[in-house]
């Protein structure tokens, strides 16, 4: 039982490249969100996902994009990088039906140039 | 905008000592959590609290909720060098699907 993974773990970007940020579940959490983290601040929420083919924007949802094609997977997409991009990317996921405690992955710590 | 103001911003203790955070907000919630994240880590899930309790217990960690202040707060007892990390309070005051967490207390713990 991995709990909530994401991959990679670091990346650097050049301004304007595109990429994907995987976060993957075994918990059958039917939740799964998108946190930025950036120095000095909490988690702001960018996008969730109530279940499969269900998506909602957060907080601070510009610039990227979501899909959730399976209960387990959750990725985030940057299609064209900025620098206002940079920060600490963390999923999270839980069950649905109730407002209770998060899971969340390790982060993965992105840089754009 | 961040609706948990965690207070202080930053906290540094001598090891055995008692550890005081707190959070306010400022609309109505259903719950409020508090959570651990340890430098470079992801965040850990401490302890809930519904909006129909005062207070609550687990190990070392007492919380409290007062709805007419919009406020909580988070002792830690018989602190201990592990305990060093910030330490953040979320609530659902964006919606059911939303929780909106504050800036985080930063705990540092001597030997």
């Known amino acids: 039982n991995a709990g909530v993974t994401q991959t990679p773990k670091f990346q650097v970007l050049k301004t304007g490249q595109s990429m994907t940020l995987q976060c993957a579940q075994d918990m059958n959490h039917e939740y799964m969100s998108w946190y930025r983290q950036d120095p000095g601040m909490g988690l702001r929420l960018i996008h969730y996902s109530v279940g499969a083919g269900i998506t909602d924007q957060g907080e601070v949802p510009n610039g990227y994009n979501v899909s959730r094609s399976t209960t387990e997977d959750f990725p985030l997409r940057l299609l064209s990088a900025a620098p206002s991009q940079t920060s600490v990317y963390f999923c999270?996921?839980?069950?649905?039906?109730?407002?209770?405690?998060?899971?969340f992955g390790p982060g993965t710590r992105l840089l754009v140039l | 905008s961040q609706q948990g103001e965690e207070d202080p911003q930053a906290l540094s203790i001598q090891e055995g000592e008692n550890a005081t955070m707190n959070c306010s907000y400022k609309?109505?919630?259903?719950?409020l959590q508090w959570y651990r994240q340890n430098s470079g880590r992801g965040l850990v899930h401490l302890i809930l609290i519904r909006s129909n309790e005062r207070e609550k217990h687990s190990g070392r960690l007492r919380v409290t909720l007062d709805t007419s202040k919009k406020s909580s707060s988070l002792l830690i007892t018989a602190s201990r060098a592990a305990d060093t990390a910030s330490y953040f309070c979320a609530t659902d005051a964006g919606g059911a699907q939303k929780l909106v967490f504050g800036q985080g207390t930063r705990l540092t713990i001597n030997p």
């Open positions: 609309t109505s919630i259903n719950n």
């Open positions: 999270a996921t839980r069950l649905a039906g109730g407002r209770e405690t998060q899971y």
